[in-house]
């Protein structure tokens, strides 16, 4: 694709003069850089011969003025003019050598200069079809001269803060200018100016500005100087001197009496190095006991009361002098002392996997236990099913029970009083007592219309015992009935024996499917 882009371009920029068959032909534009060499190309093409060529002249156009560069003459022979005699040349050798063949006349600039920028015409002078020329557009860039450098070998971070110039970079004699940019960790901001020169480059340059710090201390700070799509980048590392950052380690809070070799010691960071390490006890003098080595206090012999108090170690460099202070307490006896930070991590993750374990596991027996549940109450209706469809087959056949008249729903008796232990009501009741609903599917759910000697209790929605506060005691998932024990006392089931009186009321209970 960019070869095809290529070609199409340089045939459009291909200038073709034509007339009376004869053309001249050159490129549109040609470029290169100073100090390199371009050829301007010049071709005479003659389709309807026979043409002479007397004479080919080269000349620079600028600003609206013609300058002769070169001329080709066939008898008077080459000629190149000042102050292009060094650095132009023909390209073939038959004109270089005076040669009769003029068809080709391209030139060759070497070393190739700013001022060189401009047009150049070839101009063809033949006969009798007169004179034909065509032009080319010469540029020249300047490759910039890229240079990063510190404002100073130091940074020194002193108080009171100040921002200041920390690194300059330039692109220098580019022509055209370049771009630049700064790419760093470090919070700051950027400056830039652009300068043109007589010549016409152009020189840019940006300064990096911070607030010096220790943070920034051994910070990369890289320039990136972008011309005619090429990175150039060169980095720099800051060198931030700053006063010591001081802390006191080694009082653990566990100082107790008679406890053996306790220190304390002074901890510095500063660039430069701290030179000096002074130790003192605020409000006092240091105990008689303690060794000063360097930026450490050993204190010889077991802990006393005498120890106690406040040290201040002073760390002194080339920038100035900072201060660390630590409390000293002394106790009679070691404080407790918790797990180590390993060990509370490894406790901590057992606990946390076991919680994690026993949720799983809860969870699990939770579904586990209403899965079994759910099948149990199917085998225990299944088995009371099979019972009672097996007694009453097997029963004989009752003689019919003593006329009596069945309540309406409307004039149902009281409910019956609090039902017994279980304890107390085994033996009362026996398998032909019961009466079983089997419901194989919720769908196939309805209410079995109850035979004497059993009757429904649960109360209708236009019966008055709904209004009684018993009805709220009762499980919705049971329905409720009476008994009348007069009825069992004449069956000749030799099972249905009850020890209650005549016309005395029963209740019974029938288990229905729950709704969740």
């Known amino acids: 694709m960019a ?36 050829e301007l190309r010049c071709i005479f093409v003659n389709s309807n011969p026979p043409v002479k060529v007397s004479q080919v002249t080269w000349q ?21 003019l000042s102050p292009f005699r060094e650095r132009v040349s023909f390209k073939q050798a038959t004109v270089r050598h005076q040669m009769s063949s003029l068809e080709d006349t391209t030139i060759v600039f070497s070393n190739l200069q700013l001022s060189d920028e401009a047009a150049y015409i070839c ?12 032009m080319v557009n010469l540029t020249v860039y300047a490759q910039p001269l890229t240079r990063m450098s510190l404002t100073s070998t ?18 220098a004699n580019g022509k055209p200018p370049s771009v630049i940019k700064w790419e760093t960790r470090i919070k700051g901001e950027a400056t830039y100016q652009e300068t043109r020169n007589q010549n016409g480059t152009m020189t840019v340059k940006s300064n990096y500005q911070l607030i010096p710090s220790r943070e920034i201390h051994k910070q990369r700070l890289t320039c990136i100087v972008t011309y005619r799509g090429e990175r150039i980048s060169e980095s720099v590392v800051l060198n931030v001197q700053y006063e010591p950052e001081v802390k006191i380690e080694g009082f653990d809070g566990n100082w107790y009496l008679n406890r053996q070799t306790v ?10 190095p701290v030179t000096i390490y002074q130790w003192k006890l605020l409000n006092g003098s240091l105990p008689s006991n303690v060794e000063i080595k360097n930026n450490t206090l050993f204190f010889k012999g077991p802990v006393t009361y005498d120890l106690a108090g406040t ?8 920038i100035g002098t900072r201060t660390g202070i630590v409390d000293v307490n002394i106790t009679e006896k070691p404080m407790a002392q918790g797990p180590p930070g390993g060990v509370i991590g490894v406790l901590g993750g057992v606990v946390a996997i076991g919680l994690i374990v026993g949720v799983a596991v809860t969870v699990f027996m939770i579904h586990r236990r209403q899965h079994k549940s759910h099948t149990e109450t199917d085998n225990d209706l299944i088995a009371v099913a099979a019972v009672a469809d097996s007694c ?29 232990k279980n304890s107390d009501m085994k033996g009362h009741l026996t398998s032909d007592d019961i009466q079983v609903v089997h419901l194989d599917k919720e769908d196939e759910m309805q209410k079995i219309p109850l035979q004497p000697p059993y009757y429904d209790m649960a109360p209708s929605e236009s019966t008055p015992f709904t209004d009684k506060p018993n009805s709220g005691h009762k499980d919705c998932d049971v329905q409720y009935a009476e008994l009348d024990t007069a009825a069992l006392a ?17 209740e019974y209970a029938t288990i229905q499917p729950s709704s969740h």
């Not at 009453?392 to 039902?419: G, I, M, N, Y």
């Not at 004449?490 to 029963?506: I, Y």
Request: aromatic share 4%.
């Open 123 to 134: 101009e063809y002078t033949t006969f009798p079809a007169g004179n034909r020329e065509n």
């Open 3 to 38: 070869r095809c882009v290529g070609l199409w371009a340089l045939l459009l920029a291909l200038h073709v003069q034509a007339g009376s068959g004869q053309v001249v032909q050159m490129d549109s534009a040609k470029s290169g850089f100073v100090g390199s060499q371009v």
């Open 311 to 318: 040290y201040v170690c002073d760390a002194t460099n080339a």
């Open 392 to 420: 009453v087959t097997q029963a004989p056949e009752k003689p019919e029970s003593p006329t009596r008249t069945d309540l309406p729903p409307a004039h149902k008796p009281a409910p019956p009083p609090p039902k017994k």
């Open 490 to 506: 004449s069956s000749p089931s030799p099972r249905s024996s009850a020890h209650t009186g005549p016309g005395d009321l029963v």
């Open 263 to 272: 220190q304390l010691t002074c901890r510095a960071d500063a660039n430069p």
């Open 154 to 171: 130091t940074i020194v971070a002193k108080t009171p803060r100040r921002k200041m110039t920390v690194a300059t970079c330039t692109a």
């Open 60 to 80: 620079k156009l600028l600003n609206g003025t013609k300058q002769n560069v070169a001329i080709v003459n066939p008898v008077l022979g080459v000629s190149v």
